[in-house]
């Protein structure tokens, strides 16, 4: 089992270039997940931009690479007082992935001046269901996923609202930081199981936005669609509250419905 | 008064950069308005994606370049069955304006299949003010923005929730389409406004999806924060309904609030 730290680690190659090895157990079956190989492409970014914090980074997914080596490719293409903006680019064999823009910068760990809302309503953590299969060697291994049964009516065949709530944990003992928000965003089930849809539904479009720095503990995740096209397009959008119920992430993705990509 | 067709006329240089001028009209005081800019470079990029629609449009804002000539670098970096991609930015005098990706497709005009809710409540457009000044030569002259009262603590010296609602139609006579979405999704007052904060808010970040084709009419603008950080940073997320009451766009930004910003 390798950590996250592990699974992302970066030779630098030449100026704006790293190699990185994609992680065979940080994927959903054959498919390395979209948020660990954000994160990866974000961590490269932040070295070229030389700043602290992911304050956006907007991914576009092309095409799902192998796990093994990948090339980072990145540029800083403005550096500012208040942030710095670098373009980065995942490549396998000569095939640009994902292509991301990364804004970054520093940001405070002060509470917000304002929240319109408290976090939305999830059970706690012990009265949500485990979900780590014991025989599972890819992402459910890495992050402790605990769903609120409000969420899994799918699981019993069920269909609900389209909303989905939980909690996760890494199971290396690190606790959550910029880079692993990154993953948590991209973590829940589809929000389209809800809805009957089921497959895998791929990332087409996700843009990340670190709101605070997270505290120690496991965080609490709540993802939404607003609305599933004829065609099967579908928004999500995810926050993410830490354990003082601080939101300290939030994400938006278009994604294309398991479904309809069989249908096609 | 220049329309939106004339105010976003391209010309090729050569394979892959093409020119335009930033219109002065298109602007909030002195800055092109980033919406505008970011219709003008998507329309840029579809060219080069050789496809119909924006599906989701990430655009990063580096600096605000002035009104006048700009060159406008795509490059297709995927092409695909269902979607192709393209990087553009936006030029002015050697230096990177904005940096966007475009994941371009078709979408039908079909109903969605599920919304999760309908249009939030906003006043007929008959009932919300009209917020033009004969005297501004700016984007109120090519935008009719009529604000529910609702929203409009701020013009009172008032705070209030967070959220903004209004109506918008195109002077120019013609209908919304999937690039003045665009300009919608940007159009409405910062929510911050009624929270207090005041002053120029530039948004950092802002991605776009168009969700379906606009009927013919005006549309009807929602925007809401979900937090202001102690720093400044704020999300705004727009929803856009047609007059059918059917969601076309959606957008998220990252933005500073222009009172930070003042103080730093």
């Not at 070295?47 to 090339?71: C, K, M, N, W, Y």
């Not at 025989?135 to 065949?157: I, K, Q, V, W, Y």
């Not at 849809?197 to 670190?210: A, F, I, N």
Request: proline share 6%; hydrophobic share 40%; with cysteine.
């Amino acid at each position: 089992m390798r950590s996250f730290a592990e699974a992302t680690a970066l030779s630098e190659l030449r100026a704006g270039v790293h190699t990185a090895a994609l992680d065979s157990e940080w994927s959903i079956g054959k498919n390395p997940h979209g948020g660990y190989m954000m994160a990866l492409l974000t961590k490269a970014a932040l070295r070229t931009a030389q700043r602290s914090h992911p304050l956006a980074v907007s991914a576009h997914f092309l095409r799902s690479p192998d796990a093994g080596e990948v090339e980072l490719h990145t540029e800083r293409v403005k550096r500012g007082r208040l942030f710095s903006t670098a373009h980065a680019r995942l490549v396998q064999n000569g095939k640009v992935c994902i292509e991301a823009t990364v804004t970054a910068g520093e940001i405070s760990d002060a509470a917000h001046q304002w929240e319109a809302a408290q976090q939305p309503p999830i059970k706690p953590i012990d009265e949500c269901p485990d979900h780590r299969m014991p025989t599972d060697g890819g992402l459910l291994g890495h992050l402790n996923l605990r769903l609120d049964p409000h969420s899994t009516a799918f699981l019993r065949g069920e269909t609900d609202d389209g909303e989905v709530r939980g909690w996760m944990e890494l199971t290396d003992g690190t606790d959550f930081d910029p880079l692993t928000l990154i993953v948590a965003v991209d973590m829940l089930p589809p929000t389209v199981f809800g809805l009957g849809q089921s497959g895998w539904c791929p990332t087409v479009e996700l843009t990340y936005q670190l709101r605070a720095l997270p505290a120690p503990g496991p965080v609490a995740g709540y993802t939404r669609c607003d609305a599933l096209s004829a065609d099967g397009w579908f928004n999500e959008d995810a926050a993410v509250y830490d354990s003082r119920g601080r939101l300290v992430a939030q994400s938006r993705q278009l994604a294309l419905s398991g479904t309809a990509l069989k249908n096609r």
